[in-house]
């Protein structure tokens, strides 16, 4: 932790990229990545000026300066020497006074000037991970390590050792603080120690002696005035000593001078030896070094090497003379033999030149007769050199070459010049040959002309590619001309696709207006038979009354599922569909679908459960609506095509990096299965697996359409395998037992996964556990018949470090039971499944209370959701809890502790599912709740859509005035005072957003504020923030429901 001059108070922790601030007013701010802090930070220090400095993790940002006018960090880290790199650490850094910056690591220390990195080496034979470093006002370094305390005065490390004081020599990680009388203060593990003596003094060690010197092993005297010499190849031992104390604290380090300029790696013994010594003059120095003291100055004995005879210096006079006189007889020599090679090899090059090249060469006499022609000459024109030799070129001729040319040629070279033309020539079997030719004069030592040489180079491939080229320029040429003409013809298609374009937007807009008006006009009459029916309901009817009503009911809200699907799945189609983020926990979204969906398992005897893996983070940031309706729409599928067996939600963690997790959800089942040629088509909208599936399970087929495009949205996918994969490699722990279904069909697994942010602080609320209760080392005894509800429960309990024991019927509870008192290690506790076969889970239950070995045994039963008269027989049998599975894991946790308290768990009824939650006929429907008794005004054109809202208000037990038009509303709302105001959306005269609006603007002069809900028929994208806009406080959907309606006012009721 560091204050800076401001007062702001900078935290660092461990393991964690980016650093907090911490205003005096109390205000926390994080500086991560977005701020320029990419890498884990170990160190904040401030320099003398306030400067602040970072030290972390990493080859290329291990090191950051704080910018206060931008508040953010710039990498200012320099780049490392290819060995420092890896696995880079800074762990601690210390500002000095001159402007340089001390770095102290796991690879040793640094200092960085001027941009410039330069390395301290500590200890040369070895390398130091360094903890601590601090500059005291000498300007000297004191650097603590995991070896010591080390001070590097600029020129020398001085080390600190036991000898010293210090309790022991590993210290800890940024511990030394140099107070304001330069004294440093250091932290080790032993604890706090500080320096005792002057804090600038640097004593030296006392000079090192001699105890013998040995040369060839024979003792020499090392005080001669003169330095002694010695024969070739001898070599040297010495033996030395200092007199500081303790001599178990003395290093020394030595060189010999004229073999080697470098000291000795440091160390304790004081003998030195040297081999074999060449012949020359050598100083031999040893130098000694107590902890807490600078290096002593240097013993010395200086001698000299002797060389052999054949190397002495008379030896290499006479080598020199000798050297002499055979240079000068071999230089002559060689002088007269290298001027005639010269010559020759100069001829020979030539020649060589000639023979090799490409370019067809040749010389004539003065007559114009070839005396020479090179190889190319017989390659081009295909005659051999005898056939030539003695001839006129004049066998060349193709009679192409215009008779000018030639008597240009002769003139020129008569007259000694060069000339430089292009002949077309024919070859010996009479091809045409192009060449460009030069042709020159030949003259001797006396400059008289004696001949001529002509050299020519054959062009007739690139006459070739000069016409092909002429041909092809003209193929561009027509081709431009066709490109343009299609590039015409593009650019007219191109108008017509962007016309089409204009068209197809046009359609899509119409298509999403005829959805919203479509979803309008089909929720207004929708409101009026949902709110209707559930109000009929409430009255006395007789049952075949009630059967009719149900029926609409349920009719009108699977109408309703249809609506909203399609509604969806037009956003899809608009690529408008799009997430909520925000703050939730993941057990308490899938909690509430597990709950939805228990119902309807239930109803068809299905087991339901659920498992998150324990490294699952549960504080996340998303959107928790979307991801409960996929996990509805694949759950409730799961259900409806499942007629016996099972159905398990498992999570997962798959990666997490940077504050993001990727989550894996599978949904097993025992249902019909899918077969391997469907898969892919039931991910396609309005596509089932089978067309007799729909009439016999209903649906329309847009539920997985729209959750693969959701989970895309969340940055995942959805996938199916069918059979139902049970073994996934992430099963849940257990005792080995095979968790596979044992009765039901070849089911499916529906995988999806998604992406979610982390929460950063998660506020968890507090468990209130009893005072002196714990689950630890707990023996409790699970009895079901399910074995993949058995594995959860275990692992649950194993987490909680109880001692869970499995079986899976009543007769082997009682055998485990039996045998846990007879061993003396009786079960403190057992969970009860009520459902399994041959013996459900209260007659187990009876037995174990008929047997007074187990009176002290608690017994808790679990039990699937709509099974009743279950309360009233737990009571006779004394059972201590009674849930309903899937039972989330911190209702189970704290039920544990409950029990093992002594108090009694929960012993409701079950709630009832759909089709049982109403009052069966004959008898009075529950009186309205009060919704606080406030005056609303109700803004509704439909008739029937306002008898139904007057209807449920009235029922609420509020006060109701209606306006049928948005003006109407205006004006009755400036007549009367209004706690609440229900606004249609849609009205004629004015609608709904601009009567808002201009009771906005006259609260806006008048103060006041009155609380609008909207009421609209509208679902599409943009609805809700239009209403928001406009200065609504609340929305509310039609269909109307008396519950949503109930609990917005029951908001409202805590502002009035």
Known sequence: MLVDKQGYLWVVQDGLPGVSRLSPAGQVERFERIAGVSTEINVIRSAPDGSLYLG???????????????????????????????????????????????????????????????????????????????????????????????????????????????????????????????????????????????????????????????????????????????????????????????????????????????????????????????????????????????????????????????????????????????????????????????????????????????????????????EYVNPAFERVYGYSREEVIGKNPRILKSRLTAPRRYEELWRTILAGEAYHTEFVNCTKSGELVSVNASINPIFNAEGQMVGFIAVQADITELKKAQESLKRYAAELEEAKNVIEERAEQLTATVRELELARRKAEAATRAKSEFLANMSHEIRTPMNGIIGMTELALETHLTPEQREYLLTVKSSADALLTIINDILDFSKIEAGKLSLVEGKFHLDECIGDAIKIIAVRATEKDLELAYHIAPDVPTALIGDPVRLRQILLNIMGNAVKFTDEGQILLQVWKEEEAFGEVLLHFAISDTGIGIPPEKQQLIFEAFAQVDSSNTRKYGGTGLGLAISRQLAELMGGSLWVESPANWNLGHDIPGNGEEIYPWKGGPGSTFHFTARFRQQTSVEEAPEEIPAGVTLEGVPVLVVDDNPVNRRILQELLTRWKMKPELVENGPAALRKLAEAVEQ?????????????????????????????????????????????????????????????????????????????????????????????????????????ASGGGLSVLLAEDNPVNRRLAVRMLEKLGHRVEVAENGKEAVEKWRQGKFDVILMDVQMPEMDGLEATRCIRREEDQTGGHVFIIALTAHAMKGDRERCLTAGMDGYLTKPLKKADLEQALQHLTTKV
């Not at 990493?58 to 880290?77: A, D, Q």
């Not at 220390?109 to 601590?132: C, H, M």
């Not at 009176?855 to 279950?870: A, N, P, V, Y």
């Not at 599975?885 to 759909?914: C, Q």
Request: glycine fraction near 8%; aromatic fraction near 12%; include cysteine.
């Open 56 to 370: 972390g993790v990493g080859k290329s940002g291990y090191l950051f300066h704080y910018l206060p006018e931008s508040e953010t960090f710039v990498n200012i880290s320099p780049p490392l020497p290819p060995l420092e790199a890896d696995n880079f650490a800074v762990e601690d850094l210390a500002p000095a006074p001159d402007g340089t910056l001390w770095l102290a690591g796991n690879r040793g220390l640094f200092a960085l000037r001027n941009d410039s990195l330069r390395r301290i080496e500590i200890l040369p034979d070895r390398q130091l991970s360094l903890k601590a470093i601090a500059v005291d006002q000498k300007g000297h370094v004191w650097i603590g390590s995991d070896q010591g305390l080390f001070r590097y005065n600029g020129k020398q490390v001085i080390p600190y050792t036991e000898a010293d004081g210090l309790p022991t020599l590993t210290l800890t990680f940024r511990s030394i603080l140099v107070d304001s009388r330069g004294r440093p203060w250091v932290g080790t593990f032993h604890g706090v120690v500080r320096w005792q003596g002057e804090p600038f003094r640097l004593p030296q060690t006392p000079n090192p002696i001699f105890l013998w010197l040995r040369m060839n092993g024979v003792p020499t005297e090392f005080q001669a005035t003169e330095p002694p010499q010695f024969r070739d190849d001898s070599y040297l031992e010495a033996s030395f000593t200092s007199f500081a104390f303790p001599p178990e604290h003395i290093r020394y380090r030595w060189r010999l001078l004229g073999q080697d300029e470098a000291w000795s790696v440091p160390g304790t013994e004081a003998y030195a030896r040297f081999p074999q010594l060449a012949p020359g003059s050598y100083t031999f120095q040893v130098q000694a070094q107590r902890s807490g003291h600078t290096w002593s100055e240097p013993a010395s004995f200086s001698f000299i090497i002797r060389p052999p005879w054949y190397m002495s210096g008379w030896a290499f006079a006479l080598y020199g003379v000798l050297l002499a006189i055979i240079l000068w007889v071999g230089i002559k020599f060689r002088r007269t033999i290298a001027e005639r090679h010269q010559a020759q090899e100069t001829i020979r090059k030539l020649l060589l030149a000639v023979e090799h090249t490409d370019e067809i060469i040749f010389m004539t006499d003065l007559a114009g007769n070839i």
């Open 824 to 928: 003396r290690r009786p079960f403190s506790l057992a969970l009860l499944d009520v459902q399994m076969p041959g013996m459900d889970g209260f007659t187990l239950a009876e037995k174990i209370r008929e047997d007074p070995r187990f009176q002290s045994l608690r017994l808790i039963i679990l039990t699937s959701f709509g099974e009743k008269d279950h309360p009233e027989r737990c009571r006779e049998l004394g059972i201590w809890g009674y849930y309903h599975k899937p039972i989330h894991p911190r209702e189970l946790r704290m039920a544990l502790y409950r029990v093992l308290a002594g108090e009694t768990g929960s012993i409701a009824p079950a709630p009832r599912s759909e089709k049982q939650a109403l009052p069966p006929a004959g008898e009075k429907a529950p009186a309205p």
